[in-house]
């Protein structure tokens, strides 16, 4: 996007900013230290971010939350096949079993989990067990909900299963692209599930995407070109942009 629109989206003098949660997804030690170090308010934690996020091994997950102090939610995702072919075969259904009986044992704030039907649908069974193991604690539908064929019927089917959030760049490429999907989401969505919007939301678009969308959670991985690590400062910028105030 231009530098104009994120500029409109500050030039309004007087009108109140709404506080936005940051979260920053991460896959290191380092990049969790510098998410809270930049004032991020909550920590996805997974393996392999180059692959889209894949469930945190024990040592990783035991020693970020070590770490830090502020909460961190884990990826739940034994495999990678690109979230548009998110479907669980029989040996995946028992690796998500697994991971969940490790995880629920750790201090988690709560799990990110997702997986679709052939017909481009959610999977309730999939997705019921796991919000069923997951002790009571909120579950974010992930990028997963970006493939599926229908948004609205998709929304809906997330709020009854019961899922906290969705994370979703409004089924486009990056979370901007989508601003008008994410608007609309966020309208039909109202105070029953949350919307987080990810997918390439940089410090210098995202006070924009707020004021586009009227989402209150923005999801980043805050990384500068050819780092593998969260940067500090693009994380402080990001918040500071959306007015977090942790």
Do not use: Y
């Not at 089924?171 to 989508?178: P, V």
Request: glycine residues 8%; aromatic residues 4%; negative net charge.
């Amino acid at each position: 996007m231009s530098n104009d629109s994120a500029t409109d989206a500050d030039s309004r003098p007087g009108e109140a900013r709404v506080n936005v949660c940051v979260e920053v997804c991460v896959d290191s030690v380092a990049s969790a230290i510098a998410a809270e170090a930049g004032g991020a308010d909550r920590i996805e934690l997974c393996s392999e971010l180059r692959c889209d996020g894949l469930t945190p091994t024990a040592e990783l997950a035991e020693a970020v939350l070590a770490a830090v102090t502020i909460p961190v939610v884990a990826m739940v995702r034994p495999r990678h096949t690109g979230f548009e072919t998110f479907r669980l075969t029989s040996q995946d259904r028992i690796l998500v079993d697994a991971d969940l009986r490790r995880l629920v044992q750790l201090p988690f704030a709560g799990f990110v989990f997702g997986a679709l039907t052939s017909a481009g649908e959610l999977d309730h069974e999939a997705c019921r067990q796991v919000l069923e193991q997951a002790s009571q604690r909120p579950v974010t539908l992930h990028r997963a909900f970006d493939r599926t064929a229908n948004p609205t019927h998709s929304l809906e089917a997330a709020i009854q299963l019961g899922f906290s959030r969705v994370l979703t760049s409004g089924q486009a490429a990056s979370a901007w692209e989508g601003r008008k999907q994410l608007q609309s989401l966020v309208s039909a969505s109202g105070d029953r599930i949350t919307i987080l919007a990810g997918g390439g939301v940089r410090a210098e678009q995202a006070a924009a995407l707020v004021a586009a969308t009227g989402v209150r959670e923005v999801h980043s991985s805050a990384r500068t070109r050819g780092s593998t690590v969260a940067s500090r400062t693009e994380v402080a910028a990001i918040v500071h942009a959306v007015g977090s105030t942790r």
